[in-house]
């Protein structure tokens, strides 16, 4: 698994960049599948009064690509929203994988003519 963390104006400290990685360890326990992470983090100076951090993520899994991003005052709860969005949508994807509740064509058929 790749992991690529960088900033758009803004430098990445050590700090962040653990902090960060901590995070993913909740996404990894979920899912192991994961091929690749891309994270940035981002500060967008509106006014004085509004400074936004921005954290988006770019995390591919065999088959899919899944995008999410958060906005917030503060750069570490727009981590954690982060996180929080994408440990909803692996999990939602970890069960479409392994939904096994269909039934097999030979059993279909058999009610069916039962019916009729």
Do not use: C, W
Request: glycine content about 2%.
């Amino acid at each position: 698994m790749n992991l690529t963390i960088s900033g758009h104006h803004l430098e990445v400290t050590p700090a962040i960049r653990e902090y960060v990685q901590n995070k993913l360890e909740r996404i990894k326990r979920h899912f192991d599948h994961v091929i690749d992470i891309s994270v940035i983090l981002s500060v967008d100076n509106l006014s004085e009064k509004e400074k936004r951090q921005k954290a988006e993520i770019n995390l591919r899994l065999s088959g899919k690509t899944v995008y999410v991003e958060s906005l917030s005052q503060d750069l570490y709860a727009s981590i954690d929203m982060l996180i929080d969005k994408l440990d909803r949508q692996v999990m939602k994807y970890k069960t479409r994988i392994q939904d096994h509740s269909r039934q097999a064509l030979k059993h279909l058929s058999g009610v069916e003519s039962a019916t009729a």
